[in-house]
T-cell receptor, first 116, second 114 residues
Framework: NAGVMQNPRHLVRRRGQEARLRCSPM?????VYWYRQLPEEGLKFMVY????????ESGMPKERFSAEFPKEGPSILRIQQVVRGDSAAYFC??????????????FGPGTRLTVL | AQSVTQLDSQVPVFEEAPVELRCNYS??????LFWYVQYPNQGLQLLLK??????LVESINGFEAEFNKSQTSFHLRKPSVHISDTAEYFC????????????FGGGTRVLVKP
């Protein structure tokens, strides 16, 4: 059973470009979470999605950031018009569907975004 | 809302010495508690978790953590560290239900010296 997969592992963008980060959850998992780790800081929650629904986006910046988890395919975190402050490691985590109440989340290896 | 404080940002320790990483949390509701480990340039791996029952939980590689409700703490300990334990350790909490975000502390970087 493959773990959580993220791609690309490293992404370089120039200011003003768009960044698309992909996350494939573990098989059988229907909950996806995105976290951001700024340099020298801990992880901060961004958004929680289930298939085709955003459940909690309280940690998402109000502008330029969006996330989706379509019925088919990976979850996508999109950052439009990137700025240098967006440089960070973005981690995706997944957990099983409702019915297991321990909320254990399994993390992917992360995408390290560098904005030039 | 929950918050997590890891009091030590860095902990240097000699090989085979004991180590304790402190974690305190605040929450208005009951929580689950987790410790994650992050090796350089990698993602997070779950080290151990407290859900209910015995307040002392152990991992397969010698770490243990004790949940103290009165002190709202979940400190991590290992009696004898190895070079391979060099990593960053994150304490996290979530509400006691599925589908809730994790709130992380700032992390503690452990550097094991020979």
């Amino acid at each position: 059973n493959a773990g959580v997969m993220q791609n690309p592992r490293h992404l370089v963008r120039r200011r003003g470009q768009e960044a698309r980060l992909r996350c494939s959850p573990m098989k059988g998992h229907s909950h996806v979470y995105w976290y951001r780790q700024l340099p020298e800081e801990g992880l901060k929650f961004m958004v929680y999605l289930q298939k085709e629904n955003i459940i909690d986006e309280s940690g998402m910046p109000k502008e330029r950031f969006s996330a989706e988890f379509p019925k088919e395919g990976p979850s996508i975190l999109r950052i439009q018009q990137v700025v240098r402050g967006d440089s960070a490691a973005y981690f995706c985590a997944s957990s099983p569907k409702t019915g297991t109440d321990n909320n254990e989340q399994f993390f992917g290896p992360g995408t390290r975004l560098t904005v030039l | 809302a929950q918050s997590v404080t890891q009091l030590d940002s860095q902990v240097p320790v000699f090989e085979e010495a004991p180590v304790e990483l402190r974690c305190n949390y605040s929450s208005s509701v009951s929580v689950y508690l987790f410790w994650y480990v992050q090796y350089p340039n990698q993602g997070l791996q779950l080290l151990l978790k407290y859900l209910s029952g015995s307040t002392l939980v152990e991992s397969i590689n010698g770490f243990e953590a004790e949940f103290n409700k009165s002190q709202t703490s979940f400190h991590l300990r290992k009696p004898s560290v190895h070079i391979s334990d060099t990593a960053e350790y994150f304490c996290a909490v979530s509400k006691r239900a599925a589908g809730n975000k994790l709130t992380f502390g700032g992390g503690t970087r452990v550097l094991v010296k020979p």
